[in-house]
């Protein structure tokens, strides 16, 4: 598929993330070598993470001064990006984290409970109702609460982890906080992102079908395309799928941002 340069990766982590040792100058590169006309990344920012076991935040000052740096050498935009890990005992925070800097875009996640980190075996070891209930309740606080966010990442973010097969019949466990969930972003006019990482793992795009149904069902319209790359391969991996999914839903555009503000692009 000849897909046009001005679609960009908007999940994206380097070095400034924990768990990626990938230098920011590489992803530069490629997506200047791939007549891009920006870049962006999204490293983690979580406090209190439960996987790592530590507040997860970004050095901002050091990734500003590299910024500068790549922008004398490459000819590309580097818009600044940020992936929040939502906590509600952290809304504060977060927020008050968040007007310190100009960040273009703002992608919002749900990594733990405030006692297990999600993907953890403890957590998903649990019985299925209780594991989607828990994490979807705090989906659905987390859309709720903030409003200072511009993309919902990884809608079904745990399902990656899970060592069982899971299938629509388990979302349906949760269809009515499924159905509010979706009706908080639609109503905020957040756009909804197409994590394509889930390829690689589950066999399908995050979200899975049945909730990109009935987002799409309940008005739902506006999308985002993310690898959640960790290395440099990753960047922009199962886009081709991701489109062909999109039109094949009779979706045309893919929304993207500078500054914190949406603009359409066709696909």
Not at 116 to 132: H, N, S
Not at 134 to 141: E, G, I, R
Request: aromatic share 14%.
């Amino acid at each position: 598929m000849n897909r046009s340069p001005a679609i960009v990766d908007q999940h994206v982590h380097t070095s400034y993330s924990p768990d990626s040792t990938e230098p920011l100058e590489n992803i530069v590169r490629l997506a200047h070598s791939l007549g891009k006309s920006f870049v962006v990344t999204t490293d983690h920012f979580d406090y209190d993470c439960k996987y790592f076991k530590k507040d997860v935040l970004i050095d901002m000052p050091a990734y500003e001064r590299e910024v500068d740096v790549l922008l004398s050498k490459y000819e590309i935009d580097i818009r600044k990006g940020i992936e929040v890990g939502y906590r509600r005992d952290y809304h504060n925070e977060i927020n008050a984290y968040l007007q310190q800097y100009s960040f273009d875009l703002v992608l919002l996640s749900v990594h733990n409970n405030g006692v297990l980190d999600f993907a953890e075996d403890k957590f998903q070891g649990q019985p299925l109702d209780r594991v989607f209930t828990d994490y979807f309740m705090h989906v659905f606080h987390s859309v709720s609460d903030m409003d200072n966010y511009d993309v919902v990442a990884h809608l079904d973010y745990f399902v990656r982890y899970s060592k069982r097969v899971i299938n629509e019949s388990d979302y349906k466990r949760v269809n009515d906080i499924l159905y509010d969930l979706l009706k908080v972003i639609i109503r905020k006019e957040k756009t909804l992102e197409l994590n394509t990482t889930g390829l690689f793992r589950q066999g399908w795009i995050h979200p899975h079908s049945y909730l990109l149904r009935m987002y799409i069902d309940l008005g739902g319209k506006l999308f985002s395309l993310g690898s959640d790359a960790h290395r440099l391969e990753h960047y922009e991996r199962g886009f081709e799928q991701a489109i062909e999914l999109l039109k094949f839903y009779k979706i045309r555009e893919i929304v993207q941002f500078k500054n914190r503000i949406p603009y359409t692009v066709s696909i």
